[in-house]
């Protein structure tokens, strides 16, 4: 999810390890353009069939990969990440969510028209839940957040 702190925790993380980061966010906005642009010009499907293609090309040796928080409606590209990985889902409650994204609409943030930031967010969680190896709940530091999942995967 936006704000959910996935490239500010993975950065960190990866430096931690040494690690290879990769955010998908940041690879489809230098080969394609900015998520927002891409989803105004050529639709959310262009936009969901591009981040699958970004997500299935990603090789995962020694590398720490941030996600777009819309990459859980690709069961391929899920099924991809956890054939290769494990997967950290970062819990966030709405309310932090929505105190660190000012503006969903400037974020390029994928939902159905009918549906408000919150219903959105509802749907998401369902399928983060049900693909996450791990969950390390994100409400503190970005630092602490990081000595949770080190923790965790007993690195």
Do not use: W
Not at 64 to 71: I, Q, V
């Amino acid at each position: 999810m936006a704000g959910a702190g996935k490239t500010s925790v993975g950065k960190a993380l990866s430096l931690e390890l040494g690690y290879e980061f990769l955010d998908t966010d940041k690879i489809i906005e230098i080969s394609y353009g900015k998520s927002k642009d891409i989803i105004d010009s050529e639709g959310k499907d262009r936009f969901r069939a591009i981040e699958e293609e970004v997500l299935l090309s990603t090789k995962f040796k020694n590398t720490l990969l941030a996600t777009g928080g819309s990459a859980v409606f690709s069961p391929l590209a899920m099924e991809h990440i956890r054939d290769n990985s494990d997967i950290i889902y970062l819990e966030v409650s709405f309310e932090n969510i929505s105190e660190r994204v000012l503006d969903f609409e400037e974020r390029g943030f994928i939902k159905e028209s009918h549906q408000s930031i919150k219903e959105a967010y509802a749907e998401r969680l369902v399928l983060y839940e049900k693909y996450a190896d791990y969950s390390v709940t994100n409400n503190g530091s970005v630092e602490a957040c990081v000595q949770k999942i080190i923790s965790l995967l007993d690195l």
